[in-house]
């Protein structure tokens, strides 16, 4: 317990190492998204996605859940890799620990991105969605963990799902890479 607390208080007293990442999409979309992200609302949650990102955890990585006028989903490191089990995508999570959510007041707007996790609201983990449109019921109930800067043509791009669960059959998009910016 003394452990994870001091932890937590080196976390809160340093500054991020990061503000923002650069995705590179290949697929139907092709090109780059750029993200900026919520250091101060989501403290826990970006330390986690920057870190997966700089162990290059997230490059090859499919969207694996798209749904028009909703959202596109990934980074799901485990199941989620180009190659790999499709149908498992989006089941999986990174080694790491889940985290406690960080709700705040941000509105999911177009082109927020939000944690992915189940049911139980500390369950996020590797898994991350950016927004193609407003979805005020997500408000205070996903953490927010950035917003995209440019590429938001990139986003629309991404090959849609099918069906009410947005499941991407076939040859999915993914990010090739995703680095961490300044």
């Known amino acids: ?3 994870k607390l001091l932890v937590m208080a080196a976390l809160m007293a340093s500054p991020a190492a990061a503000t923002g990442l650069k995705i590179e999409v290949e697929g139907e979309a092709n090109g780059v998204i ?3 992200l919520a250091e101060d609302v989501a403290p826990g949650h970006v330390e986690q996605i920057t870190a997966l990102a700089e162990e290059g955890a997230y490059d090859g990585v499919v969207f694996h859940r798209v749904i028009e006028g909703f959202m596109a989903q990934t ?10 089990d499709m149908r498992r995508a989006g089941t999986g999570k990174s080694e790491r620990p889940n985290l406690s959510a960080e709700f705040s007041d941000v509105s999911f707007e ?3 991105v939000g944690m992915a ?6 369950s996020a983990n590797s898994q991350f969605f950016i927004m193609f449109a407003p979805a005020p019921h997500l408000d205070g109930q996903y953490t927010v963990v950035g917003r995209v800067t440019s590429g938001m043509d990139v986003v629309d791009a991404i090959k849609r799902g099918d069906g009410r669960s947005g499941a991407v059959t076939g040859q ?5 890479s995703v680095t961490v910016t300044d």
């Open 1 to 3: 317990m003394l452990h």
């Open 34 to 36: 750029e993200i900026d």
């Open 75 to 84: 980074g799901d490191v485990q199941f989620g890799k180009m190659g790999g």
């Open 110 to 112: 177009r082109g927020v």
């Open 117 to 122: 996790r189940s049911a139980d609201p500390d």
């Open 172 to 176: 999915p998009d993914m990010m090739k």
